[in-house]
């Protein structure tokens, strides 16, 4: 098992659905990212949660709402994404103190038609 | 605005042989570095933290240039396995760890 594991895996959807991503980290970490890596790009930050208080938004489109429940999960609301939001989503954690290593999830391959 | 530049590639190697990548850092405040391995479709996963020292495991060796901000990953005898896409990240003392956008390695047989 997978110290974090996302769902789904895949996802196909379109621009007027509503949709939700999830991650889950059994590694006691406090701190939880999501980023997009999109093709010919470096991966990109989206949103920071330690201890479950949001820390970082990267002027993130308002399409994408994250919702951090606790310290184990997190979630990725998505409503009227548009087709150039197709891409990996990735969910990682870490121990929360600064700049230790993330621990990614296996990712959500998102495309929006 | 802080980036992490590293050469695309692709580096296609025969096996055994030694490659070596470099990746520079923009952001002089950075206090963290990692080297991470991607492979194709799948995420990516930690090969090793790079330390002021430098630092060696196995086959692979990391070294720091502060003053050039630059690090470096050295691959000894190459594997098939090894083939992958490997990503340089610096962090500057946020929870942001700024990726490069990563290097490919094929090893041939």
């Known amino acids: 098992e997978t110290g974090v594991t996302q769902t789904p895996r895949h996802l196909v959807m379109g621009m007027t659905n509503k949709k939700s991503l999830k991650c889950e980290q059994h590694?006691?970490?406090?701190?939880m990212y999501w980023y997009k890596q999109s093709a010919k790009k470096p991966l990109e930050l989206m949103f920071v949660?330690?201890?479950?208080?949001?820390?970082e938004n990267n002027s993130v489109p308002s399409r994408f709402s994250p919702e951090c429940p606790n310290s184990s999960h997190l979630f990725l609301h998505l409503h009227t994404l548009q087709p150039e939001d197709s891409a990996l989503y990735l969910c990682?954690?870490?121990?929360?103190?600064?700049?230790?290593?993330?621990?990614f999830g296996q990712g959500t391959r998102l495309t929006v038609v | 605005r802080k980036e992490v530049e590293q050469d695309p590639g692709p580096f296609n190697v025969p096996e055994g042989a030694t490659v070596a990548f470099n990746c520079t850092y923009s952001?002089?405040?950075?206090?963290?570095f990692f080297w991470y391995r991607q492979d194709c479709r799948k995420e990516p996963k930690l090969l090793m933290s790079?330390?002021?020292s430098g630092n060696e495991d196995g086959r692979f060796t990391a070294q720091l240039n502060r003053a050039s901000q630059y690090i470096s990953l050295l691959i000894r005898d190459s594997k098939l396995s090894d083939s992958a896409t490997y990503l340089c990240?610096?962090?500057?003392?946020?929870?942001?760890?700024?990726f490069g956008k990563g290097t490919k390695l094929s090893v041939i047989p």
């Open positions: 990682a954690s870490s121990q929360g103190v600064k700049d230790t290593e993330a621990f």
């Open positions: 590694l006691g970490h406090n701190a």
């Open positions: 949660y330690n201890f479950k208080e949001q820390t």
């Open positions: 952001n002089s405040a950075s206090q963290s």
């Open positions: 790079v330390y002021s």
């Open positions: 990240v610096a962090g500057a003392g946020s929870y942001q760890l700024t």
